[in-house]
């Protein structure tokens, strides 16, 4: 098991890392940048094709050390995503466009590798569910789960550091669980995403784009929702069987909360939900006057610390778990805004 493992990350990385420079290259001579607006908090010319490496990566490493049949049907979901990407980088597709393509890449999961949440876990003394709302609740996480790290991608280095840090505590919980595939899933995405931050962290010579983002995505909700069905196995203590939720909800704090929260204040000042603005936490961290590399190292330790606090609450019911995380993640994200909104008085 772990010669596969070892070999998926370093066939993942290596195949991304060769890629990045050709595709910078070809980026410059065909003039594919990322465009500048007033929400981007980068300057000059940039590659928006990273994504295409991490998802070369991911793909030949997973044909070469994974069993394809019991991976097939994913990969193929990654494929169309892949292309959603594409398009979208290359002719911004409506987010409507973006989401069917979406839904399509999700029902291949549900239908075909047969990977859908059917259980609450106990969770408002829930748990089996019926198929139908299996169906609509399972889109709706991996909807969630791949625009969080969709919107999460504005500063240097940030999606793809986040995304290596939940990849490898996935990547620990599968190799627990003796979960092979999902662990090899778990550390090619890592093997990649390792070797694309070499170019992205500040100053970025590339972007992953939106074909970068919807990949790690929809990797991050297949590693989710096999998490949640089988819970976690932690040595020298139990089986917790149905902490799976609290787990992926540690695992995936920063961009799920970050989410939460600005769709929730678009909601509360009349705007549409997807409405684009500066309200996201690496905006606020922009604005108190750290640069890229400082505001993408501080939320890499945040997201450490919730999953440090995250294992001493393992113990607790489901719902007290998800509830005092929710309190401690929201709590903790709220003092950039209140330290911005404090200068703000002092100033006026």
Known sequence: MFYEIILAFITSFVITYLSIPKIIHFSRKSRLYASVGSRNSHEGEIPIFGGIAIFSGVLFSLIFWAEIESLQFILVSLIIVFFIGILDDLLSLPPFKKLIGQILSILVIMFLAELQINSFKGLFNIYEIPKWTSLIFTIFVV????????????????????GTIASVFFGIAFLLNNDTQMAILSFTLFGSLLAFLKFNFNPARIFMGDTGSLVIGLILSVLAIRLINSGINIPNEKLYVNKGPFIVISILSVPLYDTFRVFCIRILSGYHPLRADRNHIHHALLDLGFGHKKASLILYTFSLLIMLISYSMIHMSLGLSIFLLSIIVLGLMAIPFVILEIKKKKSA
Do not use: E, P, R, S
């Open 143 to 162: 909807v969630v789960i791949t625009n969080g790290y969709n919107l999460i991608d504005g500063i240097d280095g940030l999606a793809g550091g986040l």
